[in-house]
């Protein structure tokens, strides 16, 4: 059984920084490929960002690029997403999720809050 967990939200300024942790279990992250999303609010999870299985690829939405940025550490087997220079409408519910193929995720985290105050 697949587990994702992830950690490191806060409360934080605007241009703050963050490091969010998804720890896995279950199955290697090396096997997997990773993505962060968010979710505002009353609205549905939008995309964030993403990394391929080999880590040789990753992509961003428009909205974080140049200010996120995912990993891999395979030794520790987890998937990190850096935040910097946060602002207000960042502040959201990361979800780390994982897949082994292409298409839909299936293993998803519970969430970790992120809140950047003005």
């Known amino acids: 059984q697949v587990q994702l967990v992830e950690s490191g939200g806060g409360l934080v300024q605007a241009g703050d920084s963050l490091r969010l942790s998804c720890a896995a279990s279950?199955?290697?992250?090396?096997?997997?490929?990773m993505a962060w999303f968010r979710q505002f609010p009353g609205k549905e999870r939008e995309f964030v960002a993403a990394i391929s299985r080999s880590a040789g690829y990753t992509r961003y939405a428009d909205s974080v690029e140049g200010r996120f940025t995912i990993s891999k550490d395979n030794a520790k087997n987890t998937v990190y997403l850096q935040l910097n220079s946060l602002k207000p409408e960042d502040t959201a519910v990361y979800y780390c999720a994982g897949r082994l193929g292409t298409g839909d995720y299936p293993y998803w985290g519970q969430g970790t809050q992120v809140t950047v105050s003005s």
């Open positions: 279950g199955l290697t992250v090396s096997k997997l490929a």
